[in-house]
C-alpha cells in the first residue's frame, strides 16, 4: 500500500518559473523524505525533514511539513530543463521501512 | 567511492523461469533494500537486509526471496516469473537500517515474455 500521495500528478512548466508538489501521508511519521527519479533510472535522495522540523533549505528547494495536516510540499525555485523529472516523498512506517508516494512527473519546458 | 551497482541492467525471462539479480552497496553500508517499481508508480518495498539478517518483507509472495552476504552484496531472486513480475527492480544501501536516507542503484528491467 502507498502510505503519501503526491499531487499534482504531473506538471509541466516554463524554464525559469517555481514548481510545487506535495504529499499527502496517513499515518504518524518520523520523518518524511523527497527524491528524485530520471526516466529509467535509479532515484536520488534530495532532502529529509524531521517530525519536529517546519521548513528544511537544499540550494532552490525548499521543503515544508505541516504535521497536522499530514502533508508537505517541494518547492523547486527558478527551474532548469534539467530538474524535468519524476518527484516522490517517501516516509518510514513503524517497522522502518520507506512507504512511497506515486510520484508527480516535472516537465520543464525551455 | 563507488555507488550502488546493479547486474544486469536488462532482462528478458519467459514466464516460469527463475531470475537472479545482484547489488553491491556503497562500500560501508551494511543496510540492503530491493524494491519493485511497475512503470508510472512509485516504488513498491520488499526486503530489506541488514548485517546479513532480513529486517523487512513487503507483500510479495515467496517466489520472492533475497539474501544478504558477508560483504553485504545482495541478490534477489523470483521464481515461477508471471507477466505481472515485469518491472523496474531498484536496490538501495544505506548505513543502518532506520529509515536513513537511501542510496539507490539504476535497477534491473525484468522483462517477461
Known amino acids: 500500500s502507498q502510505q503519501g500521495e503526491e499531487d499534482p500528478q504531473a506538471l509541466s512548466i516554463q524554464e525559469g518559473e517555481n514548481a510545487t508538489m506535495n504529499c499527502s501521508y496517513k499515518t504518524s511519521i518520523n520523518n518524511l523524505q523527497w527524491y528524485r527519479q530520471n526516466s529509467g533510472r535509479g532515484l536520488v535522495h534530495l532532502i529529509l525533514i524531521r517530525s519536529n522540523e517546519r521548513e528544511k533549505h537544499s540550494g532552490r528547494l525548499r521543503v515544508t511539513l505541516d504535521t497536522s495536516k499530514k502533508s508537505s510540499s517541494l518547492l523547486i525555485t527558478a527551474s532548469r530543463a534539467a530538474d524535468t523529472a519524476s518527484y516522490f516523498c517517501?516516509?518510514?512506517?513503524?517497522?522502518?521501512?520507506?512507504?512511497w508516494g506515486a510520484g508527480t512527473k516535472l516537465i520543464i519546458k525551455p | 567511492d563507488a555507488g550502488v551497482t546493479q547486474s544486469p541492467t536488462h532482462l528478458i525471462k519467459t514466464r516460469g523461469q527463475q531470475v537472479t539479480l545482484r547489488c553491491s552497496p556503497i562500500?560501508?553500508?551494511?543496510?540492503v533494500s530491493w524494491y519493485q517499481q511497475v512503470l508510472g508508480q512509485g516504488p513498491q518495498f520488499i526486503f530489506q537486509y541488514y548485517e546479513k539478517e532480513e529486517r523487512g518483507r513487503g507483500n510479495f509472495p515467496d517466489r520472492f526471496s533475497a539474501r544478504q552476504f558477508p560483504n553485504y552484496s545482495s541478490e534477489l531472486n523470483v521464481n515461477a516469473l508471471l507477466l505481472g513480475d515485469s518491472a523496474l527492480y531498484l536496490c538501495?544501501?544505506?548505513?543502518?537500517?532506520?529509515?536513513?536516507?537511501?542510496?539507490f542503484g539504476d535497477g534491473t528491467r525484468l522483462s517477461i515474455l
Open positions: 562500500s560501508g553500508h551494511k543496510s
Open positions: 538501495a544501501s544505506s548505513y543502518s537500517f532506520v529509515a536513513q536516507p537511501q542510496h
Open positions: 517517501a516516509t518510514p512506517d513503524s517497522n522502518y521501512q520507506l512507504i
